[in-house]
Every structure is written in structure tokens, then in C-alpha cells.
């Protein structure tokens, strides 16, 4: 699209909007952190050689991930308050339990249980690899997680917009704020694509300095995405009235 914010851009916004409020985004990024890591912990089951342990586990991780959905609604909401100069909080975070938590529910359920399905073939080759290491069991653990990843990667760009449209739009039902996704990312899958790659240097650099930047390299990647998406929102706004 010739009329797209570029990259530079949206780092700009995101730079600048961030000013002064890192110490807040990076409070409530720890946050959701310690309350994944946490419920993580109580949640899975002790492990084992076992295959049945192990479907447990899957099944435990599957439903804690999906109920996490508010949490990834909540920052979603915190972060489009940063890219719309609104008043911001680290208990913004928490915005997704009351506002239509069932809708970031079935909206996180979508990415997870796409997740769960494309990377089950390879985690069951995985298992039986531990037991029984084969040329064929490797090779096909390879082309599972190529496949796996191919399909994960679409399916998030292609609803990457959903949490943040539930909180510009709250009226609407969860299907219809995942098709306005679907149709907002057309032709923008690419651009999204190029966007999340532009940022794999930086984190390595953060990684080979202790990784203490990784905070506010994460902080600065998800306000220039909620920049990508106030410019999708806007651009289809102007196209609407035209």
C-alpha cells in the first residue's frame, strides 16, 4: 500500500509516545510476566516418561492459555491508551476482566488452539524421538515444526488486530471482531511480517548484553505495533467515509 506509515514511522510514534512512560510499561510487562510464569507453575502437572503425564500437560497449558487471554486484552488496552496519548497504568493490564473478558476468551482461544493443534504432531514425534532416535522420526519432527510454524505465523497475522479492535469496538462479537481483523491485514500480512523481523536484531543484541534491554525492547516493539494499528484503523476509516 503507497500510502502506508513506514516502519521508521511507526517506531517514531511508538518512541515518542513511550517517553517518559517506560518505567510504567515495563512495570506491567514484569507484571503479566510474574502472572503467567506463576499460573504456569501451579497449573502443570509433575513430569515423567509418561505419554499420558505429558497430554495432561498439554491439556492444563491449553486452557491456562486461553483463559490468559484477558491479560493479553488488558495490555492490548494499556498500550492503545499509550498510542492515543490517553492516561496510562500498570493495572491497565487488569482492563481485560471487565471488559468483555469472554470475547478476549474466544478471540485468545483461536491463536491457542491453532497453536495447540499445528505443534501436536511434533510434539508426540518429539516424545517418541526420546525413545527411539530415527532418521525418520527427525526428519519428520522437521517438517511438522516447518508446517507448524507456516500455519501459527498466518494465523496470527492474520488476527493480530482482534484485541485491539475489541477495545475500539467492544460492541461487537468476538467472530465479527476477528473478520474486521481478517479484512483489516489483507495485503498487510507482509508489511506486519517485516515489522516483527525488524526487531530480531535489536533482541540479539539484548541477549548479548545480559538481557536487561529486553525490557524495553519488548516495551518498544508492542507500542510500534499498536501504531501499525491505529494507522490500519485510521487508513480504513478515511476509506469508509470517502
Not at 31 to 36: D, E, T
Not at 46 to 67: D, E, Y
Not at 108 to 116: A, N
Request: glycine share 4%; hydrophobic share 55%.
Amino acid at each position: 500500500m503507497s500510502n502506508s506509515v513506514s516502519a521508521a514511522q511507526l517506531k517514531a510514534t511508538a518512541r515518542e509516545r513511550s517517553l517518559d512512560k517506560y518505567g510504567t510499561l515495563i512495570l506491567a510487562n514484569i507484571m503479566i510476566f510474574v502472572i503467567q510464569v506463576f499460573i504456569s507453575g501451579i497449573t502443570t502437572v509433575a513430569t515423567s516418561g509418561s505419554l499420558i503425564i505429558l497430554i495432561i500437560n498439554q491439556l492444563i497449558t491449553l486452557i491456562v492459555n486461553i483463559l490468559l487471554g484477558v491479560l493479553v486484552s488488558g495490555k492490548a488496552y494499556l498500550y492503545l491508551n499509550l498510542v492515543y496519548s490517553q492516561t496510562i497504568s500498570a493495572s491497565d493490564i487488569f482492563f481485560g476482566l471487565k471488559q468483555h473478558p469472554e470475547k478476549a476468551v474466544i478471540i485468545q482461544s483461536v491463536f491457542v488452539l491453532v497453536d495447540f493443534l499445528v505443534s501436536l504432531p511434533a510434539s508426540l514425534l518429539l516424545f517418541f524421538l526420546h525413545q527411539n532416535t530415527s532418521l525418520n522420526l527427525i526428519l519428520g519432527l522437521t517438517v511438522a515444526l516447518i508446517i507448524g510454524l507456516i500455519i501459527d505465523l498466518y494465523i496470527i497475522l492474520t488476527y493480530s488486530q482482534a484485541f485491539f479492535l475489541l477495545h475500539d469496538f467492544p460492541d461487537r462479537s468476538a467472530r465479527n471482531l476477528l473478520a474486521t481483523s481478517r479484512n483489516l491485514m489483507k495485503g498487510n500480512r507482509i508489511r506486519l511480517l517485516c515489522l516483527y523481523l525488524s526487531f530480531i536484531p535489536m533482541y540479539l543484541l539484548g541477549i548479548v548484553t545480559l538481557f536487561i534491554p529486553l525490557l524495553w525492547i519488548s516495551v518498544y516493539r508492542y507500542a510500534t505495533v499498536t501504531s501499525f494499528y491505529q494507522d490500519l484503523i485510521s487508513k480504513a476509516g478515511n476509506n469508509a467515509s470517502n
